[in-house]
């Protein structure tokens, strides 16, 4: 495939899918966060357990009817949701790599990885993305990336990675610039074949800008990133202010009393905790029953 084939399917896919066209209109008092209360964390985890069950990956089900993990009780793990009103339709998870504990997607990619992390870059890996039903045409993935991305440069993020199906590889190298960075395996966590793809964020800017600057404004995922004074990180910061708290990330996202509820979810997760783990964790939660 030729360039300006590239450069054709990528303005043929974004005008058809109006993927940057507004439609928070039709939402009930919307709301672009970071999950920061116990029942905007607890609606997210179950959208996408629910999410993740109608789509055929999750093998047990469970009455808790919530996906949880260790990574969940991390302070620094960010849960970006899109509400209407009091209700969370959509979320993405941000998980920022850790000695300690590493990403999820270490299970099958960690020798992939592992160049990254000699080279001391600052890895992130995004996961549960989900919509509800109703809401998938109303472009809320595209307002949670917009806010993740803000974030991850706020944070001085190195690397986006992420697992996806290999049927969705060539919409996330096409439009939002991924590389493939793994080779296609089968992921035993969601019983469905994955292909870890990296975003590099240290010149992430100037290739959406090389690839969009001619693009109308509507297509225009170099604007949509950066639609504001310049780039500098105060600039991020001033951007997310009102969409969530900035404090310093040595702080826990969860109250005691919803992380303890929480851990019944996944209780196996957490029994297998080295105890290296769960003294971090006790750190932050010191009354958990772990």
Known sequence: MTLSDIERRRTVRL??????????????????KIAETPEEYEQALALVYQEYVQSGYVANPTPEGKIFSVYNLLPETAVFVAKSYLTVISTLTQIFDSELFGLPMDSIYREELRGLREEGRKIVELGALATKKDFRWQNLFMYLCQIMYWYA??????????????????FYKTIFLFEEYGPEKQYPKVGAPAVL??????????????????????????????????????????????????????????????????????????QNLSPAQKSFILKYYPDLQL
């Open 197 to 270: 793809l990296r975003l590099n964020m240290d010149d992430i800017e100037h290739k959406l800008k090389r690839v969009y600057s001619d693009f109308d404004f509507d297509c225009n995922l170099y604007k949509y990133f950066h639609r504001m004074n310049g780039n500098k990180q105060e600039n991020y910061e001033e951007a997310l202010k009102g969409r969530m708290s900035l404090s310093e990330h040595d702080q826990p996202r969860l109250d005691s009393t919803t992380a303890q509820k929480l851990i019944h979810v996944n209780q196996v997760v957490l």
């Open 15 to 32: 005008k058809r899918s109006a993927l940057l066209t507004s439609k928070l209109d039709e939402i009930d008092r919307p709301a672009i």
């Open 153 to 170: 440069q706020y944070k001085k993020v190195n690397d986006l990675c992420i697992t996806i199906n290999p049927k969705h590889v060539r």
